[in-house]
């Protein structure tokens, strides 16, 4: 079910103060980041359902943290422990084309609620 904007902010809000509030507790490493925060942010605030989250799918060489999106994957997010930002490794192509991920959205079944208080897709 599609979450509306207003129902996503006051999850973000309710997220960022309790994460203020606990942030004296203890370091939190990967694991405990992406259960304190990150599985909280996909779910309650952008409102996509579990049976669309894919976690630590292979890829060549190592695991993508978060695959989102079903058939087609959506987002990918890779997880860090609190504090620790990623940073592309020098000569990475951090610019991508738009071209092919329009093909795919014209091709692809779903379609996006036109209802601009609505932050996904709807089947």
């Known amino acids: 079910m599609p979450i509306h904007y207003d129902e996503g902010k006051a999850a973000l809000e309710a997220l960022i103060e ?3 509030a606990h ?10 980041t992406r ?9 309650n605030v952008l409102g996509w359902p579990k049976a669309q989250i894919s976690a630590e799918e292979p ?3 190592g695991r993508i943290d978060y695959s989102i999106g ?11 422990r609190e504090g620790v930002y990623f940073d592309l490794p020098a000569g990475t192509r951090t610019v991508f ?10 091709n692809s079944e779903r379609r996006w609620s036109r209802s601009p208080d609505m932050l996904r897709p709807t089947a």
């Open 18 to 20: 309790w994460a203020e």
């Open 23 to 32: 942030a004296d507790d203890r370091r939190r490493n990967e694991a405990t």
């Open 35 to 43: 259960l304190h925060l990150i599985d909280h942010l996909i779910e």
């Open 59 to 61: 890829a060549g060489a």
């Open 70 to 80: 079903s058939p087609v994957v959506q987002l990918i997010i890779e997880a860090k």
């Open 97 to 106: 084309p738009v071209s092919p991920m329009a093909r795919r959205a014209r």
